[in-house]
């Protein structure tokens, strides 16, 4: 049974795990795609574009949504982009109907008024997949040492409400430390040159660093509670293609089954594309959840408490209600699979 909740008219639903974006694979989603008898009622699009941040998405590599959809005339359009807020920037213009981001994008872009809705949301990480370091031999010792030295990471993603708990624990606020706003590829790439002296790092170009042993790890996420990520998509979109998004999660629930019993397999897909060797993408796998869970009032009520701090300390200028991003319990019923568990 998928959990759902009430806010007035409002029901919240699930979300699946991804790996730097989303996943799936074909030797999973076999199982889904003989049932695909999708009403054409119920779908209104003949191309789905599904927005991926970085390298090794599983879903795009073995192409199980252009399998699954093909039978019912829809092709798959990708693009790729650096962080959330670029993705959501695409979806606000109309070039993107579908993604996957973090915790933090959806804040901003729904203060910025974008159109978008939450769809699903996954189960969060170990938290051992981001952190903040510093250049093995800095002269920072703890997160503490940060005031007044420079901290490079991307404002409007994960990593911002991440830096504000991990500064909150040693006493400081944001704007106690030189924030540098830099994409995660601009700052694996300064961090690299010595040209930052603290960075924000997600796998998997942490487990690169930690593999290559370039870095001092000053606080990872392990015991900082999360919200996962989440998957979105237009408005428009998911109210007029119920049956089509019901197609993806599903491909999305099973993948991310099987992934999390094969971080090693997961690993060798994800390896080429990224261009990363296979033991360090193991370990970015084995520290990500992949399976949807059910948007619940706890995961909704954390989401509004990172609003509601954002809010307070001036990140972003309205005040907003999470729920107003939702649809009603019909639409969530129509597209949850039916295997979705807390």
């Not at 959990?3 to 007035?8: N, R």
């Not at 261009?275 to 909704?300: A, G, N, Q």
């Amino acid at each position: 049974m998928v959990a759902i909740f009430k806010k007035g008219s409002f029901f919240m639903l699930l979300v699946a795990g991804v790996f730097t974006m989303s996943t799936s694979l074909i030797g999973c989603s076999s199982q889904t795609t003989e049932k695909t008898a999708v009403a054409s009622s119920n779908i209104k699009t003949k191309v789905l574009r599904m927005g991926y941040q970085s390298a090794g998405d599983i879903v795009k590599i073995k192409g199980v949504l252009e399998k699954r959809l093909k039978p019912l005339g829809i092709s798959v359009e990708w693009s790729k982009f650096a962080a959330g807020p670029q993705l959501l920037e695409a979806m606000n213009v109309g070039s993107v109907d579908f993604g996957f981001v973090g915790e933090t994008p959806p804040i901003f872009a729904q203060a910025s008024g974008v159109p978008f809705v939450y769809v699903a949301s996954t189960k969060p990480g170990t938290g051992e997949g981001t952190a903040v370091v510093v250049d093995k031999d800095s002269s920072i010792k703890t997160v503490a040492d940060l005031k007044g030295k420079g901290l490079a990471f991307q404002r409007a993603t994960a990593q911002q409400y991440f830096v504000v708990k991990v500064l909150k624990e040693a006493r400081l606020k944001l704007s106690d430390v030189k924030h540098i706003n830099l994409t995660p590829l601009e700052t694996r790439a300064a961090f690299e040159r010595k040209s930052v002296e603290a960075a924000v790092v997600g796998d998997p170009h942490l487990a690169v660093f930690q593999k290559t042993a370039r870095v001092r790890i000053l606080r990872d996420g392990k015991n900082i509670t999360t919200q996962g990520g989440y998957w979105l998509g237009s408005r428009t979109f998911v109210k007029d293609n119920s049956e089509l998004v019901k197609a993806i999660l599903e491909e999305i629930n099973n993948i991310g089954k099987w992934a999390e019993t094969n971080p090693r397999e997961v690993a060798e897909l994800i390896s080429p594309e990224a261009k990363i060797d296979v033991p360090t993408l193991e370990l970015v796998s084995k520290r990500r959840r992949y399976t949807l869970r059910p948007l619940s009032e706890e995961v909704l009520s954390g989401q509004q408490t990172i609003a509601d701090l954002f809010y307070e300390q001036k990140f972003i200028t309205k005040n907003i209600n999470v729920r107003d991003a939702t649809l009603s319990a019909e639409q969530y019923a129509a597209f949850t699979p039916t295997d979705v568990k807390p």
